[in-house]
C-alpha cells in the first residue's frame, strides 16, 4: 500500500495543453522503394526525408513510414531495397501534384546526395 498526498503531487509539474487543430485539406500518400548500401540506417534516411519536407516554409511530410526491408532476388548482394510511404499535407491548402513533384525531388536528390540512393525500378 501506499499513501499519496494528491495536492503535493499535481504541484510539482503544471504542464500546459497543447492542441493543433486538425487540418481541413487531404493527406496525399506517396510510396517510394529505394535501393541503397546495407549498411545505411533507415532511420538515417527517414530523417533526410523528414529534413527536406518543406514547401514554401511549411513543413509538408507529414510522416514518413518504412514498411518494407527487402534484400535477395533482384536486389545486390551488398544492397537492400527499402520502401517508404510519405504523407503530405498541407494546414494552408490543397496540395497540388506539382507542389507534391517538386517537394518529392528535393527529397530524392537529397537521398542520392546522403546515402547514395537511388529509386528502384
Do not use: C, N, W
Not at 548500401?37 to 510522416?63: F, H, M, N, S, Y
Not at 533482384?74 to 507542389?99: C, G, I, N, Y
Amino acid at each position: 500500500m501506499a499513501e499519496l498526498d494528491m495536492t503535493r503531487v499535481l504541484k510539482l509539474k503544471k504542464s500546459k495543453v497543447r492542441f493543433k487543430p486538425v487540418s481541413k485539406y487531404p493527406a496525399v500518400d506517396r510510396d517510394i522503394a529505394l535501393v541503397l548500401k546495407q549498411d545505411v540506417p533507415a532511420a538515417a534516411v527517414k530523417e533526410t526525408v523528414l529534413r527536406q519536407g518543406r514547401l514554401d516554409k511549411e513543413t509538408v511530410i507529414r510522416d514518413v513510414q518504412i514498411f518494407d526491408v527487402y534484400q535477395g532476388e533482384h536486389v545486390a548482394e551488398d544492397e537492400k531495397s527499402l520502401a517508404l510511404r510519405l504523407v503530405f499535407q498541407s494546414d494552408k491548402k490543397t496540395l497540388t501534384d506539382d507542389e507534391i513533384g517538386s517537394v518529392m525531388d528535393k527529397v530524392l536528390s537529397a537521398l542520392e546526395k546522403e546515402h547514395s540512393a537511388k529509386l528502384r525500378s
